[in-house]
């Protein structure tokens, strides 16, 4: 039974991507930073239907804490099989009013977090030579988004590490991939409005809101074998936006 960590499991696209690595008979280590009881929910849910799964604490900007969250999991299941970096913040406002606070935020969580989990499982993934990283960008990290700069620079910068860890880590058997999905209902788009979200659905080809199950199963097949000689790719997961 392979094992997965999942980051920001707790609500969103991560919460379903643990179910849909449950599903497919993986262990699931659910990660959350501050949602604790929903963190319990999605673990005692996967337990429910026979799945294996276990909740973590963890902020992924403190490399520390990165560290301290793998070996916790490593200790309650072995080594890793794969890391899905998918913990992620957005802070919307135009580009004077966002300000170093903003940007160091943005990129600490979106990027920076995703290198501090990446370092944290890499040793044993080199050790046992064999390994997958999925991490979970945005078609705004290819097209940009107005009022969303440092979040775009972020999500651009997760795909250029995810094309260069690709080409580092192939030797060693570890595929590196990214997925970039579209407008996802979410919290994260919570604070958009009804008329907003219309507007979004009626530029995307298949004329709706993508849901979380479905950027979950694009993520499950690249942390998968059925993915086996995919590396260095980004799958975009949009309806057809982009
Ligand atoms: P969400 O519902 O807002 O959930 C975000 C998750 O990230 C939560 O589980 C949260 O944990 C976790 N998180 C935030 N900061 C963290 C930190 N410092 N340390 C550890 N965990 C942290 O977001 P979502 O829409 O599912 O987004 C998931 C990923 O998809 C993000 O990377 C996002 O950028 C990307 N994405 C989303 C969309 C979309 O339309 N929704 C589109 C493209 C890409 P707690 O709740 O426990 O605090």
């Not at 989990?117 to 988004?145: D, E, H, T, Y």
């Not at 059925?226 to 260095?232: D, H, L, N, P, V």
Request: net charge negative; charged share 15%.
């Amino acid at each position: 039974m392979p094992t997965v960590l999942i980051t920001g499991a707790s609500r969103g696209i991560g919460r379903a991507a643990a179910f849909a690595f449950a599903r497919d008979c993986w262990r699931v280590a659910v990660c959350y930073h501050r949602a604790e009881k929903q963190g319990l929910e999605v673990v005692e849910s996967i337990r429910d239907f026979g799945g294996l799964a276990y909740a973590f604490q963890g902020d992924i900007r403190s490399p520390e804490a990165c560290e301290a969250l793998v070996a916790a999991v490593a200790d309650q299941f072995g080594p890793l099989d794969a890391l899905v970096n998918n913990a992620g913040i957005s802070l919307p406002c135009q580009f004077q009013d966002a300000g170093p606070e903003i940007w160091a935020e943005t990129l600490n969580t979106n990027l920076l977090g995703a290198r501090n989990m990446i370092a944290a499982a890499l040793p044993s993934m080199l050790v046992r030579k064999q390994g997958a990283i999925v991490n979970v960008s945005s078609m705004w990290g290819i097209s940009g988004a107005s009022c969303e700069v440092p979040y775009s620079a972020a999500k651009a910068g997760l795909i250029g590490l995810t094309k260069a860890l690709a080409k580092e880590l192939g030797p060693s058997n570890i595929r590196v991939n990214c997925v970039a999905p579209g407008v996802i209902q979410t919290d994260m788009n919570a604070a958009l409005s009804p008329a907003d979200m219309e507007e979004l659905a009626a530029r995307t080809p298949l004329c709706r809101i993508g849901q979380a199950d479905e950027v979950a199963e694009a993520i499950l097949f690249l942390a998968s074998t059925r993915a086996s000689f995919i590396t260095g790719q980004v799958l975009g997961v949009d309806g057809g936006f982009l």
